[in-house]
Structure formats: C-alpha cells, structure tokens
C-alpha cells in the first residue's frame, strides 16, 4: 500500500510504501522498520495472568476503576486521537489523574510555553522557506532519521530549492553524527545553553561590551559571527530537542530560546520548533486541551480539572501515593519512570492496553493487547508541528483498538456509576 | 413532538410579532393544526418571548488557533461552569473547553456557531474539535486569502481555476464558505512585513491586495455558494484604519446576488478606527455605516469589545506580532506552509484604557446605526470577549439607560473621541431577533435557520421576557432572562430548562460542496506542481465525512 503513515516518531511520515500481507517496507527509516515489522505480540487478555475474553477483561477493568478513588490514566502519546478523547473522558468520569508521556520528556518546554508562548510553524516553512536552520541540542539523524531530508536539511522547497540555498547549524555539546550534516558546528559546555542564548539576545540588540570573551566554552567571536548569520538570513528555524529542555535550567532554557525567537523577529523571520518524539504525543496534549482546558498533569477528583504539574503528573502522584489504581494506554512506565515511583505501580492494580509485552506487563494486573494505531487500526495523530495526519489500517486484525476497548470501557463505567 | 403554547413570538423572516403556539415535529417546526396535546411534551410560555436559535456567524471556537490559546493559559481553566455528573465537566473564562463551549451557547438560546478561520493543512483538527463540542451545529471557513495557488491563479487572472480551486478546497476540507484575513499581508509577514493599503503588491508573486479580494468575490459568485466570502480587513488594530475598510468594502461595488451580500465584513469594530496614531484614535464608524446601509451587496458583524479579559487569536500573523510588541504579552505564532500565519496573544480591556473605551463605544455605534437586516453581534470570540457575554451586548443596544450606566464606567476620552454619546437609539427585541436569527441565517445562506416558519429546523427559544410589558430601562432583567434561557430546543430536543443543561445531543457539521458546478481537471497541474511543496502527500490531504460525528452535506449546482 502506497502512502502509509508511520507510526513511530514525531516525524510522522506518510510518504511509505508497506505491504501488509508480507510485511514488507520501502523508504521507512530503521526506527520505522522496526516497528512496521512483525514483533512478539501480547496474544490475548489477561487477569493476574489467567487468559480471559477481551469483554471479562474490559468489566474487570472498568470494577477496578470505578472502585478506585483516584485512579491514574497515563501514557496516550503511542496511540490515536479517538483513542485520547476517551482517555480524557474516563478520567473525568472516574475522578482520576489524566497524564501523557510529556510529563518526562518535553513538558519543560510546555512549561516554557505557557510563560511565553511560541513562535513557530508547520514543518513545511522550513522545507519552503529557510534559508538558516539551527538544531540546537537535539539528533535528528538519529532520533529523526527521515526529518533532515524530508523537511528540514536537504528539503527541496518553493524559496529554497534545496541543501546549496540552506545554510545548516548544529550546537550541541559534543560532535554527533547529526553534526556532519552541518555547515557549522558550535559546540557548548553542557549546562550552559541558557547562557548562550543570553549572550546571543546581547549581541543581538549591541550590548556587546557586556558578553565575556567566552559564554558556555564559546569564543565571543564566533557568537558575534553566529548572530550576524542570523540577523543577515531570511527566514530561520530553530529546532530543539531534550538537550535544552532535560538540562540544567530545564524550561528556563526554553524560555530564554523562546525569548531569543521573539527577539529575532524584530530584524528577520524566525520560528522554533521542538523535536517531539513519539507519533502522537502533540495529539495527548491537544486533545487533553480541548477537552479540559489542560495538555498534562491534569487532576478530575474534585469532578472537574485542575493543572498542577509538581503534583499532578503520573510520577509525582505515585511518589506520593495518590493513587489507588492505574490504566497505562500505549506506553511503559514501568521501565521509564524512577524506580520509587514503579514500587507504587507494583503494589496497586494496574491495566494495561498496549499491542506489544513490555516492563509494565509484567506488573499488571490486567492485561488487553489491543491492535497496532497505523498498521491494524486508523485514527488522527498530531505531528511535531501540530499537523494532523490519518493513520491507516492495513492489516486485518482480531485486536480490539484502543478506541473500541475505551469505548467499551467507558460504556462499562458510567454504568457502573448509575448503579 | 413538543407544542410551545401561547409564547409570543418574534419571528421577522415570516412577518411574525405576536402570540401564537408552535408544534415541533421530527426536529422541524410543522404547520399541523390538528393537534393531540396529549402525545406532546407541552411547554407553557404564555407571557414569554419565542425565538428561532440564535447564530453566531463568528467564532473561534475550534482549530489549533484556541487549542494553542488554551495550551498557553492554563490560567483561564479556573472558573468552573459545571461539575461533572450527567453531563461532562465545564471550565473556562474567555477560553473554552469544548464541552463548554456548547452547554455555554445553549444556555443563551444560542444553537448554531461558525468557526471562521481553519487554515486547511490543519482542518482536520479543526473538525475533531468541533465534533466535541456538544449539542449546536457548526461548520468552518476555510482560510484563502494568503494561499499560494490563490495568488497564482490571480496573477493569471484566472477565475474559472480559482473557482475550481475553491470548490476542490471546500470538498476537501469539508468547508463551509470562504474566509479571508488581511490579504496579502499575511504572506507579507512571512518576510517581515505586512500589508498596509489595498494597492500592496504580495512579494514573489506580484499580485495586488485589491485583486485578491476582487478575485476571490468573484470566483465566491461564479460559484454562488450559499454565503459569500467573509473578509478581516488589512490593517485590523491601527489607528485610521477605516479607510482601508472603506476602500475594501469598495470592492463589491457592482458585483450582485439576488439572494444575499458578496462581501460579508466581519469584527468591523477593529476595522473603524479615525486618526493619526494612538493619542488621537477615535470612531472612524462614519462612512462605515453611511456605505453598508446604503449598499444592498455588503453586510458586517460588530466584533463587540467587552471590558475584562479576553484572548486575541487571528490568523493575521504580523498583526499579532504588533500586539505582541505593543502589549510585551506572551505569543504564539503559527506559519502554516503555503496557506496562512497564525497568532494569539492574551488582552485585557480595560474600562480605564482610552483606546479600550473606544473600541467598546465603536462596536455599539455599528450595533446602534447599521440597519439589523445586514448586520450580526458578535464579539470575534475570543479576541473582544467571551460569547457568553452577548446578552450584555443586545441589553446595552436594547436599553440607552445600560449605555450611559457603562459609559460612565469607561474612559472620559471616548466622549471625545467617540459618537456614542450623542445617539439616543434603543434597538427593539425585533431588532435584537434580526441580528441574532435572520440576519446571520441569511448572511450565511442557511435557509432552514433564524426563523421559525414551517420545515425549519426546531432551534427554539423561550426567554422569560414578555414582549408586551417590555421596558428597556429595567436592564439588569433583561440580560439575566437573556444569558439563560427558560428553554432552549435544538433541532426538536429539549437542551435547556430554566437556564440549565437538560439534554446532551451532538449537532450537526455543515458543508458546502460545489463541484458539480466545477471541474478539478483545469487545476490539476497546479496542484501536482503544488504538492511538491507540501509536507503533507496529497493522498493525505484532507478530512472524509466517515471520519466526522455528524456531517452536512450541502450541494450546490
């Protein structure tokens, strides 16, 4: 099947050829491949280990649930949009923790954004338009392997017809493979990004006299050479990833490169763009968002939402206990978040909906292995930027998707409720 | 069936103001005078005023403008509206959540709302947002005032493939009309710059602002879908502006549609600015109102300041950035590949804010003075106000007493600068009617809408206001009857009692399809040669009715 969309990272791709029957791939990166590939599957639903039909497992889930006075809902980000709003729901309905994977991967720099805001675009203004592209503390060769050549480095636009009219920057604080594919390659001492982009926001309005010669392992020359190239380009886009966020300053790093994209906007064109990682993850928060106002961290147990990210988030809430019960959709905790944290998992039921047998299996108490979102059920997914794509289906398969699941179980809770 | 007895009923499309009973049968209302009250639910509303639902032609209540809106100000989440129970939970002060959005319109005998801005690479979004909002129908403008293949089919001059465009565009994003904002410029903005005049030329493709509009009117005719383009004006937010809201309605000049407008002029409030710069901005609603009453081609809706917060989201991206500067607020800017820009930055208006007290003074000039046949309240939700302050809009147009109160509160500057003061006129309910119901049923060409004759949809509405013993000085009445309805009945369901949600229905999304009346063939090599430059492959272009809550299709043709 022609243009399939893959289901792995932020990049969503949806150039690719797959054919279902032999699964067989064309023009998917590894990370992709892998996962269009065939894998160890979770084979039917489980209680405490014991094979049930998917409807036992459901009603088991939804007692659990019901019963429960402050259950968690995390994970969200590996799986569809239809999928999420009902995540959103069964929160609301069973007074529960609504929290997705941001919450340990870019949730600074959605911290960052509620400070600032973001000056950004669809991915298509730097294949078309950008003439500068900077990826500041992020891999994308490795963790994005198709984003250079599909839209950001060697991208072939309206403006910018390809690599010779882009000029391409990695800063980083050693020399990766991403690195190569650069013009220029600056590199910062870890922990310094914050000062860097403080040095540049001098530079940038003339407060030269009050930049040391050196900022974060960097000669001042080279950073008066960089904000000249800046201010001299047409259109630049700043990508960032985990390095500027998962550092030390956290958001307050994302809010000075927030601050820095604001203020090149007074001389030239800029937007920023963070490099989100899983398929879905934009579409766990913006779906959260519609739905109650809020993307993550999201508390229902007073009957409606309130954001709280020091004490709302899946991690803080099992640190302290908070929770009774869990249902952990498309992601794995159990091998992600801080062990004190997965000791809590250990000793409350926990359900879990997920295609394939990960840590979190091994500590659940129901287990519903549900159909792959983009290779056996379809749904709406966010890219990085925030465009949505469809994902398709294009095996046949016995698994319930995570939407039919949900549904089931959401059906199961409110009736539990009324009686 | 549901029979509301004895109501008095304003009903300006069939000529209707006075007491009379209405029988709703499968989600319609029905002329049937045989009536068995016994198989009916019966609602008494003798003594009450009864109404078609009320339209907003002007909302950003859906797309990943508000949703950025809500994922920046988390702030906003704190009021609760409702607890979750029967109904879903509701939180939001200017920004809504989804759910909030429709029990708030209910609430007010609101049941139809138009998102008027989705930049299509995005629509898709747009549509799923709309599909959790509860209860009213909608629908979605896309964006095409800034789209590179419109511009290349204007420098071609060529409005039979923009006409192809726009049907093509409309089929798939399961669009409802034709939305422009601040041609040109905001293509302008992706170099740095803006558009300042009707007569600036788009870089790269050399095509003037004035032939965008005047081509988009006149492939929107060819056409003849059911509403007409709806146009943000260039230069929205600065002082003399309504000069270039004057040239722009120009436009239409001589261009006609027996059945309504070809150019809709909407939040013309941030549009009609006089002066020079911000010390001596004034009321420039003039002309405005002179050129709109006496045109039978343009209608307007008012764009309402409210004072107390408020969050601006356009799909004018330069102009964002201006506020951005001007306010130092955060702000979000979306440049969206080949389509549009995108910006919000949160606002307060403030009643001591001289420029604040004359954008609120503005907006009820155009309220007080454009005739009600062709002109629609709205506050451009979020960026004058939240929507659920516009009973506190029709009460300030309905009662001069209301007006002075508030104008006392507002900034001495605005008796300067403003004509509000001097005008004595109280609009009447069945103005208020017009301007809610008929006016954006017909603006829109929704024909089943904003009446109540038979075969409409069953939107009603029961105010506990009594026409008969109306007085405008009693105000602070009238906006409570008007902020929460005593029922409101959408498409034959009762959703509302006594001001509280009763029953939870989705709405339908409507959509205009006009390819019969076109064909894609003579846009194909634009759109292959197009497409190299999406990120998005063309096969993935697009929203399908399967993937919908409850789709419209409206054909044309």
Sequence with gaps: ????????????????????????????????????????????????????????????????????????????????????????????????????????????????????????????????????????????????????????????????????????????????????????FIQVKPGTDYLVFSAMRALMEGYEDA?????????????????????????????????????????????NVIKLVQLINRYTRCILQPMRGHFNVVGAGEVAAWECGFEWAVDFSRGYPRFAPSEFTGVEALLRKDCDAALIVASDPAAHFPRAAVEQLKRIPVIQIDPFPNMTTLLSKVVIPCAISGIEAEGTAYRMDGVPIRVKKVVESEYWSDEEILEKMLEKVLKLRED | MILVKNGHVIDPVNGINEEMDLFIKNGRISSEFKINEKECEVIDAKGKLVVAGAIDIHAHIAARKINSGRAMRPEEFRRVRQKTGKFRAAVGRTLLTAPAIGYEYVKMGYTTAIEPATPSLYTLHTHEELDSIPIIDKAALPLFGNWHLVFKFIAENDIEKLASFISWVLEKMKGYGVKVVNPGGVEAWMYGSNAHSIDDLVPYYDVSVRDIITGLIKANEMLDLPHSIHIHCNNLGEPGNYETTVDTMKLANGIRNNRRQVLHVTHVQFNAFSGSGWKDMGSGTEEIIKLVNKSDNITIDMGQVIFGHATTMTADGPFQFDLHKLLKNKWINLDVELETGTGVVPLIYRPSSPVHSVMWAIALELGLLVNPDKNVISTDYPNGGPFDRYPYIMTLLLSRKYREKEMERAHKYLQRAANLPSIDIERTLEDIVKMTRSSPARILGMHNKGHLGEGADADVVVYDINPAEFNPDKYREIEKALSSALFTIKGGTVVVKNGKIAGDIWGRTMWVDATLRTTAEIIEPDLEEYFNYYTVNRENYGVEERWMRRAERIEVG
Excluded at chain 1, 227 to 247: C, D, P
Aim: hydrophobic share 40%; with cysteine.
């Design chain 1, 1 to 184: 099947m022609e243009n399939v969309t893959c289901t792995f990272c932020g990049a969503v791709c949806d150039d690719l050829y797959f054919d279902g029957d032999e699964f067989r791939t064309k023009d998917f990166c590894p990370l992709g491949e892998a996962k269009f590939s065939r894998k160890k599957r979770i084979e039917y639903p489980t209680i405490d280990g014991k094979k049930v039909s998917y409807e036992e497992a459901v009603e088991r889930a939804a007692e659990i649930l019901h019963n429960s006075k402050r259950p968690l809902l995390f994970g969200w980000s590996s799986t569809v949009n239809e999928a999420i709003r009902l995540g959103v729901i069964l929160a609301e309905k069973v007074r529960g923790i609504y929290d997705q994977c941001a919450s340990v991967c870019h949730a600074p720099s959605v911290l960052a954004m509620i400070e600032e805001g973001i000056a950004s675009g669809s991915l298509g203004q730097i294949k078309n338009r950008t003439d500068l592209a900077i990826f500041w503390g992020c891999n994308p060769v490795e963790a994005h392997p198709r984003h250079p050549t599909r839209y950001s480095v060697m991208a072939r636009g309206l403006l910018t017809k390809g690599r010779a009219d882009r000029k391409v920057v990695v800063v980083d604080v050693r020399k990766t493979v991403s690195a190569l594919m650069a013009s220029h």
């Design chain 1, 211 to 255: 930049v040391p010669e050196e900022v974060g392992g960097v000669r001042k020359e080279k950073l008066i050479e960089f904000v000249e190239m800046i201010k001299s380009a047409k259109y630049i886009t700043i990508l960032f990833g985990l390095g500027i966020a998962h550092t030390r300053g956290h958001d307050r790093n994302v809010e």
